[in-house]
Nanobody, 121 residues
Framework: QVQLVESGGGLVQPGGSLRLSCAAS????????MGWYRQAPGKQRELVAA???????NYADSVKGRFTISRDNAKNTVYLQMNSLKPEDTAVYYC???????????????WGQGTQVTVSS
């Protein structure tokens, strides 16, 4: 059994900051790439930021310079620091991780349950 548990969402005013965390737990042998996606009402889920096991990152153009993704491999945790938040950042944010489970021969993608981020005055 594998779980991804997100935390850190909430309500923030425009220009404010939030930090999301996502911890993976369970029968994990190895974690590959991890990432954050978001889905706003009526829109498709989109990639926000991703980070490889080696620390290489990529970002959606809409968040470059404002968001920072990082990870702590010892804690199986990925973070998303969000600064200068805008109302258009409002969405449910989902964590994703490619995991190699103990006894499995291949990496499989897993999703967290999602955490709401609302940017509003």
């Amino acid at each position: 059994q594998v779980q991804l548990v997100e935390s850190g969402g909430g309500l923030v005013q425009p220009g404010g900051s939030l930090r999301l965390s996502c911890a993976a737990s369970g029968s994990i042998f190895s974690i590959g790439a991890m990432g954050w996606y978001r889905q706003a009402p009526g829109k498709q889920r989109e990639l926000v930021a991703a980070i490889t096991s080696g620390g290489s990152t990529n970002y959606a153009d809409s968040v470059k310079g404002r968001f920072t993704i990082s990870r702590d491999n010892a804690k199986n945790t990925v973070y998303l620091q969000m600064n200068s938040l805008k109302p258009e950042d409002t969405a449910v944010y989902y964590c994703n991780a490619n995991l190699l489970r103990l006894g499995s021969g291949r990496y499989t993608g897993y999703w967290g349950q999602g955490t709401q981020v609302t940017v509003s005055s």
